[in-house]
């Protein structure tokens, strides 16, 4: 009897105070995902990555919009996202107090504008992602100025051929033979 | 929320839940039992089809450590005892009638928690051919507690919040772009040949997550530095107190005084 109550006295209170005082976590715990919607630029990698699809980029071509949005009631947790961000916009936090009341309040969603090609109008990506390409190939050294570079980036993969091929009829028949 | 895969088979050809709906007395008896339950639940757990990973954590949470009866909280093994019904898995087709017995089974007003991904939305198999994605497809649902697994924490406050004791902290969220957002592109003066590089060769050598905070430290650094980039480096590597993070920064270091002096030599070619 002392003996087990010795022994009691000698382990202490091994459970936690939580809910009534915070939680201890460690730093890389895998929490609730942080979006930082400034710098994500909608590329959909971390979409294409997630297991569950908890991460969805559905598009709207009518109204040139990409919507960004995650379901905290399908993440699995698994830091897929985080892994493959080009952006490091999203990132898995420490928060762990996610139970709703509510399904609608699982979810988060931001709206973000596409492109419209300068040539034909159409749109082909989102704007944010179309700069920010454009910025990093503006790093790289050559003939063309960055305002160049920008304006380039935001013609339609279409109309890009459709500029080459007629670039390249000109200089064959410039050059006087004709590519068959 | 769009729906990924469309199979388009005519609806007539697709069997619909028939989704219980509450008595208005029921509604009024529960939303009482809400307001007044403070203590002394009991729960019953059901296993609707997922992969066993939630009912391993439900038992942690009885655990000293955790220690949920602190609160009242009981598991009992019948449902006629039940004051809460724990719905995990994603419902399968074979689940159904078991759940809805358990479900008849407890007494008016009881509450449903939905628990895991899978008794939220479906979680990993939402797009089985065998599931019905969630319980909320079948019951009225109280509480979803997101997680896959969730943790013992995540449970406590997912039975806090089904008592009164705690507040719900997530709300639906909805924002847009500003106009001329642009999104910062990370360490603008390092060029992106290098950067990429460096990045990679950080995730190689310690994953994703620890692999970009010490790049990110490391190229900090030497945006930092300006002209004396090696010192500052050095100064990170010196500062380091974990041997581990020492020996990759100095890897880094090693790959960056390769990257340049290749870049060099291609400069002086041309
Ligand atoms: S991978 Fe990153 S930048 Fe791309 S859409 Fe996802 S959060 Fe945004
Ligand atoms: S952590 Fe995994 S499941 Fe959750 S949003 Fe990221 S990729 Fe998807
Ligand atoms: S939510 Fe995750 S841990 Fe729980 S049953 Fe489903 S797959 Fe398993």
Wanted: charged share 25%; with cysteine.
């Amino acid at each position: 009897m002392f003996k087990t109550i010795k022994e009691v006295l000698r382990t202490g209170n091994a459970t936690v105070k939580y809910p009534f005082a915070p939680l201890e976590r460690p730093q890389d715990v895998r929490g609730k995902p942080e979006h930082n919607h400034v710098k994500c630029m909608v590329c959909s990698a971390c979409a294409v990555a997630c297991p569950p699809n908890a991460i969805q980029t559905p598009l709207d071509m009518r109204e040139g919009t990409k919507t960004w949005s995650i379901n905290y009631g399908r993440c699995v947790f698994c830091g897929r996202c985080e892994e493959v961000c080009p952006s490091k916009a999203i990132r898995l936090g420490t928060e762990f107090e996610l139970a709703v009341m509510t399904k609608e309040d699982m979810e988060e969603l931001c709206v973000y504008h596409l492109q419209a090609c300068t040539q034909c109008g159409s749109h082909f990506a989102p704007a944010k992602q179309v700069a920010y390409v454009a910025r990093i190939l503006a790093q790289g050294k050559d003939t063309n100025t960055a305002a160049q570079k920008l304006e380039y980036a935001k013609v339609c993969p279409k109309c890009k051929q459709k500029y080459d091929v007629q670039r390249l009829m000109e200089q064959s028949k410039e050059e006087g033979e004709w590519l068959c | 929320m769009a729906v990924l895969i469309d199979h388009e088979y005519p609806s007539r050809l697709q069997y619909k839940l028939d989704r219980i709906t509450l008595d208005e007395s029921i509604i009024k008896a529960k939303s009482a039992l809400l307001n007044s339950i403070k203590r002394s639940v009991y729960l019953y757990r059901i296993d609707c089809g997922g992969c066993n990973g939630c009912e391993i954590e439900i038992f942690s949470t009885i655990t000293p450590v955790f220690d949920a009866e602190r609160f009242g909280i009981k598991n009992t093994p019948s449902p006629r005892h039940a004051d809460i019904l724990i719905y995990t898995g994603s419902l399968t087709r074979s689940m159904r009638m078991p759940a809805l017995r358990a479900w008849q089974g407890a007494p008016d007003p009881k509450l449903v928690v939905s628990y895991g991904a899978c008794g939220c939305t479906g979680g990993i198999f939402h797009d089985n051919y065998c599931v019905w994605g969630g319980t909320d497809q079948l019951f009225p649902v109280d509480v979803y507690v997101p997680g896959c697994p969730p943790t013992p924490a995540q449970t406590i406050y997912g039975f806090a919040m089904a008592l009164g004791l705690l507040e719900q902290k997530l709300q639906r969220s909805t924002s847009a772009e500003l106009p001329g957002e642009l999104a910062p592109l990370p360490f603008e003066a390092i060029p992106y040949k290098v950067r990429t590089a460096i990045e990679r060769k950080a995730r190689v050598l310690s994953g994703y997550r620890s692999g970009k905070d010490m790049s990110n430290e490391f190229m900090a650094a030497l945006e930092s530095g300006g002209e004396d980039a090696l010192i500052s480096i050095q100064a990170l590597i010196s500062e380091a107190s974990d041997p581990r993070k020492r020996e990759v920064l100095t890897e880094l270091k090693t790959e960056l005084c390769a990257l340049t002096a290749s870049m060099e030599a291609c400069y002086e070619q041309q």
